[in-house]
């Protein structure tokens, strides 16, 4: 087998084109360090269990649909406690950070972080740093013990706060240094995950002995190579409950149409999968696909067509959704951005609205009653679901095993449904979004009957992309990992 290591990127080769994208450890650059037996070796709930630590050799394959003659592709070091640990208990100085937008889960994972810590390998000194990267130079920590969490998986939010924007490397890992933190937990999307790359590579320029690991949060579910983002069950559900009112309003009124606007930044996974789950939908936008107005094939004929047909209808928009349309139209601004440099999207919700309004205004022989719910961030702000909290805990449980081994640069990920160390560069070098030729998004256009508002100038842009996929990129359809094939 042969090894391509460097301070970036990690790589084994081995026959048959298998290819381990390995994660950096401790002993990279720090040469010697002393080991230690794992604890959970004499955890009565743990020793019995067989074959309870993880094989050194064991790795998860991100491409599960093979060929008979196909390369076995891209491996991720599988997550799970080790034999032996690069922390002795009372050495560790841990700390948690959550950045970016909320997302329901997160308290969930802090909670097993710390419990993890606590009861599987006996650390007591956990700090939670307040309001995002910026707590680490402009605020005082937070002490967290199991019963200080006890009870934060039922509430939504975070109890240690989040930020956007203030990620200030020298000051963060001036703030690592000198507080003797010698473990972080940084749980965000996919800003969060590049600003905790740049503290990993900081931290190892300094030589210090500190594992720096991620824990993936996005209820978008932008972050690519993971089977899905922890919280995002949860949105789905919650995105329930508005497009059930969107429905009762619709139904009750003559030619009633209800708008639910739903978040997804650059990526319509939440609309996607809350019309999928609803059925009441009969019109799903999101980012990732053209759509247009007025004239043949356009949105407002199939309006018109469906509430001829069925007295109501049901339309469910991604907040990123034709943005490009609207910016036509604004005299505002389209290039304004977040304190993280996120950009900041105008209504389009709001924006649909008017336009059906105004169209069937403008004919009169077909009166509407329109109505306009906007739950975007009643759908993050909700404790998680079961399943979800089930998922925190094992992630959070993962990332804890892995960075005891001394493992650092990497962040903790469900791939083909076992708990993954994964590379950081894998995680940020791009976004997941719906693509559009997939056939989750065929068994969308097939439930709602909408059109898909592809005209050939469109079609022959998105052959274009598919042809060129991103040169690491080995999986059919892999950026549409949620809900598979
Ligand atoms: N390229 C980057 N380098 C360093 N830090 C970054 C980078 N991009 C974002 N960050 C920092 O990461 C944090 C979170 O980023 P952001 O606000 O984009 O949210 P996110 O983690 O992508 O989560 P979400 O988009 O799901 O809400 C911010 O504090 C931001 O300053
Ligand atoms: O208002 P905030 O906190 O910036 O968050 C809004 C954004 O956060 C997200 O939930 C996650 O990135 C997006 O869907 C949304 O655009
Ligand atoms: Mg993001």
Same mark, same amino acid.
């Given at each position: 087998?042969?090894?391509?290591? =460097?301070?970036?990127?990690?790589?084994?080769?081995?026959?048959?084109?298998?290819?381990?994208?390995?994660?950096?450890?401790?002993?990279?650059?720090?040469?010697?360090?002393?080991? $230690?037996?794992? +604890?959970?070796?004499?955890? +009565?709930?743990?020793?019995?269990?067989?074959?309870? /630590?993880?094989? #050194?050799?064991?790795?998860?394959? %991100?491409?599960?649909?093979?060929?008979?003659?196909?390369?076995?592709?891209?491996?991720?070091?599988?997550?799970?406690?080790?034999?032996?640990?690069?922390?002795?208990?009372?050495?560790?100085?841990?700390?948690?950070?959550?950045?970016?937008?909320?997302?329901?889960?997160?308290?969930?994972?802090?909670?097993?972080?710390?419990?993890?810590?606590?009861?599987? $390998?006996?650390?007591?000194?956990? *700090?939670?740093?307040?309001?995002?990267?910026?707590? /680490?130079?402009?605020?005082?920590?937070?002490?967290?013990?199991?019963?200080?969490?006890?009870?934060?998986?039922?509430?939504?939010?975070?109890?240690?706060?989040?930020?956007?924007?203030?990620?200030?490397?020298?000051?963060?890992?001036?703030?690592?240094?000198?507080?003797?933190?010698? %473990?972080? $937990?940084?749980?965000?999307?996919?800003?969060? %995950?590049?600003?905790?790359?740049?503290?990993?590579?900081?931290?190892?320029?300094?030589?210090?002995? !500190?594992?720096?690991?991620?824990?993936?949060?996005?209820?978008?579910?932008?972050?690519?190579?993971?089977?899905?983002?922890?919280?995002?069950?949860?949105?789905?559900?919650?995105?329930?409950?508005?497009?059930? &009112?969107?429905?009762?309003?619709?139904?009750?009124?003559?030619?009633?149409?209800?708008?639910?606007? *739903?978040?997804? @930044?650059?990526?319509?996974?939440? !609309?996607?999968?809350?019309?999928?789950?609803?059925?009441?939908?009969?019109?799903?936008?999101? +980012?990732?696909?053209?759509?247009? *107005?007025?004239?043949?094939?356009?949105?407002?004929?199939?309006?018109?067509?469906?509430?001829?047909?069925?007295?109501?209808?049901?339309?469910?928009?991604?907040?990123? #959704?034709?943005?490009?349309? *609207?910016?036509?139209?604004?005299?505002?601004? &389209?290039? #304004? %951005?977040?304190?993280?440099?996120?950009?900041?999207?105008?209504?389009?919700?709001?924006?649909?609205?008017?336009?059906?309004? #105004?169209?069937?205004?403008?004919?009169?022989?077909?009166?509407?009653?329109?109505?306009?719910?906007?739950?975007?961030?009643?759908?993050? !702000?909700?404790?998680?679901? !079961?399943?979800?909290?089930?998922?925190?805990?094992?992630?959070?449980?993962?990332?804890?095993?892995?960075?005891?081994?001394?493992?650092?640069?990497?962040?903790?990920?469900?791939?083909?449904?076992?708990?993954? $160390?994964?590379?950081?560069?894998?995680?940020?070098?791009?976004?997941?979004?719906?693509?559009?030729?997939?056939?989750?998004?065929? @068994?969308?256009?097939?439930?709602?009957?909408?059109?898909?508002?592809?005209?050939?100038?469109?079609?022959?842009?998105?052959?274009?992309?598919?042809? =060129?996929?991103?040169?690491?990129?080995?999986?059919?359809?892999?950026?549409?990992?949620?809900?598979?094939?």
């Amino acid at each position: 087998m042969e090894n391509h290591s =460097s301070c970036q990127m990690k790589i084994e080769t081995g026959d048959a084109g298998y290819v381990l994208e390995d994660v950096p450890h401790l002993t990279d650059y720090i040469p010697n360090l002393p080991t $230690y037996p794992n +604890p959970l070796r004499s955890n +009565p709930a743990y020793s019995v269990v067989k074959q309870y /630590f993880v094989d #050194a050799d064991d790795t998860v394959p %991100q491409k599960v649909v093979v060929h008979k003659d196909g390369p076995r592709g891209i491996h991720f070091r599988r997550a799970g406690p080790r034999q032996r640990v690069y922390f002795a208990p009372d050495e560790v100085h841990a700390c948690i950070v959550t950045c970016g937008g909320l997302c329901p889960g997160l308290n969930t994972v802090i909670r097993e972080i710390v419990c993890a810590l606590y009861h599987m $390998y006996g650390v007591t000194k956990v *700090l939670g740093i307040d309001g995002g990267y910026r707590g /680490f130079y402009s605020k005082n920590t937070i002490t967290l013990t199991p019963k200080f969490v006890n009870d934060i998986h039922k509430r939504g939010g975070t109890i240690i706060g989040t930020s956007r924007g203030g990620h200030d490397k020298p000051k963060i890992v001036d703030s690592i240094q000198d507080r003797g933190i010698n %473990q972080v $937990y940084i749980i965000g999307g996919d800003g969060t %995950q590049k600003g905790a790359a740049v503290i990993y590579q900081e931290v190892r320029r300094r030589g210090l002995k !500190a594992v720096v690991a991620g824990i993936p949060k996005t209820i978008d579910n932008d972050i690519p190579v993971i089977d899905k983002s922890f919280g995002f069950d949860t949105a789905v559900e919650e995105a329930q409950r508005a497009i059930n &009112a969107a429905h009762v309003e619709a139904e009750s009124a003559e030619n009633g149409i209800g708008v639910v606007k *739903l978040m997804g @930044r650059y990526c319509g996974f939440i !609309a996607m999968y809350a019309t999928l789950a609803s059925r009441d939908v009969d019109l799903c936008l999101i +980012p990732e696909s053209p759509f247009f *107005l007025e004239g043949e094939g356009g949105l407002l004929e199939y309006v018109e067509k469906r509430l001829k047909d069925n007295g109501h209808m049901v339309i469910v928009v991604a907040e990123g #959704a034709g943005q490009e349309l *609207l910016a036509a139209e604004s005299l505002s601004s &389209a290039t #304004a %951005q977040d304190a993280s440099g996120n950009k900041l999207l105008q209504d389009v919700g709001l924006w649909i609205s008017d336009k059906i309004k #105004a169209h069937f205004a403008k004919q009169q022989s077909m009166p509407i009653t329109l109505k306009y719910i906007d739950p975007t961030y009643m759908i993050r !702000a909700v404790p998680s679901n !079961a399943s979800d909290n089930v998922y925190c805990t094992l992630l959070a449980q993962s990332c804890v095993h892995g960075v005891m081994a001394g493992y650092t640069g990497f962040t903790s990920g469900l791939v083909n449904g076992r708990q993954t $160390y994964i590379p950081f560069n894998r995680i940020t070098e791009k976004q997941n979004n719906v693509v559009i030729t997939d056939r989750m998004w065929a @068994r969308l256009l097939s439930s709602t009957n909408q059109p898909s508002f592809l005209r050939s100038k469109d079609v022959i842009e998105v052959l274009k992309q598919e042809e =060129s996929p991103a040169p690491t990129q080995l999986l059919d359809g892999e950026n549409s990992k949620t809900g598979g094939n």
